[in-house]
């Protein structure tokens, strides 16, 4: 079975400073995973995707993640965080047999000034 | 403009109730479905269906029954209310093609249900 682990569920950081949400996943096979981001009472937002192509992937909003195989893990990146960042950020694989998002738990952002 | 759009957006209610949630895509999309997320954000599929034909039915109880007019449209119809089904509710679309899901999931802005 498929699933991912998000091994923050809370991040610090300052305003300007680096951004790391921890991802691990497993998979039999070669996943399909993303990052979707929450706002306060908002809907998901896609940030980024991973299919099998390139293992670095870029999102929207500066933000990006690494495919590591020999790690199972999918973390996200942003070099410099912004207050806007602060959100709730899931990480998700896709059940390509049934079509399910299979999330995880969740890591709340926070940016202090 | 709005891809995926779901009515109303806020549901207070008193247990016992019946209420629908809709939901509507604009996106051309083959496949639409239902997450419930609960207090502590976890999200969980509830329902998918693809060309108006349920895929997806995950153990949720059969007071809640989705339906599919056509493929632009999915509803979700909850009987006798209880406090436990409080959450946010969310529709979601993707395409699939040869009956394989390729395509990330666009997400609908939810529905907060409160149950009283």
């Known amino acids: 079975a498929q699933s991912v682990t998000q091994l923050d569920s809370h991040v610090s950081v300052s305003e300007g400073t680096p951004v790391l949400l921890r991802c691990n996943y497993s998979?039999?096979?070669?996943?399909?995973l993303f990052w979707y981001v929450q706002h306060p009472n908002k809907g998901l937002q896609l940030l980024l995707k991973?299919?099998?192509?390139?293992?670095l992937v870029k999102g929207i909003n500066g933000f990006e993640a690494e495919f590591k195989k020999s790690e199972t893990s999918f973390h996200l990146t942003k070099p410099s965080a912004h207050m806007s960042d602060a959100a709730e950020y899931f990480c998700?694989?896709?059940?390509?047999?049934?079509?399910?998002?299979?999330f995880g738990q969740g890591t709340t952002l926070q940016v202090k000034p | 403009d709005t891809a995926v759009s779901q009515t109303p957006k806020y549901l207070v209610t008193q247990m016992g109730n019946d209420k629908s949630i809709k939901c509507e895509q604009n996106?051309?999309?083959?496949?639409m479905y239902w997450y419930k997320q609960d207090s502590k954000k976890f999200l969980k599929i509830m329902f998918s269906?693809?060309?108006?034909?349920?895929?997806i039915n995950e153990t949720v109880p059969n007071r809640f029954s989705p339906k599919s007019p056509d493929k632009a449209h999915l509803n979700l119809h909850i009987n006798s209310l209880e406090l436990g089904d409080s959450a946010v509710y969310f529709c979601?679309?993707?395409?699939?093609?040869?009956?394989?899901?390729?395509?990330?999931?666009?997400f609908g802005p939810g529905t907060r249900l409160t149950v009283t």
């Open positions: 979601a679309s993707s395409l699939w093609t040869s009956g394989t899901p390729l395509y990330e999931q666009y």
């Open positions: 269906y693809n060309n108006k034909e349920l895929i």
């Open positions: 991973y299919t099998s192509a390139a293992t």
């Open positions: 996106l051309g999309h083959d496949t």
């Open positions: 998979s039999s096979y070669s996943p399909s």
């Open positions: 998700v694989v896709l059940s390509s047999n049934t079509g399910k998002l299979i």
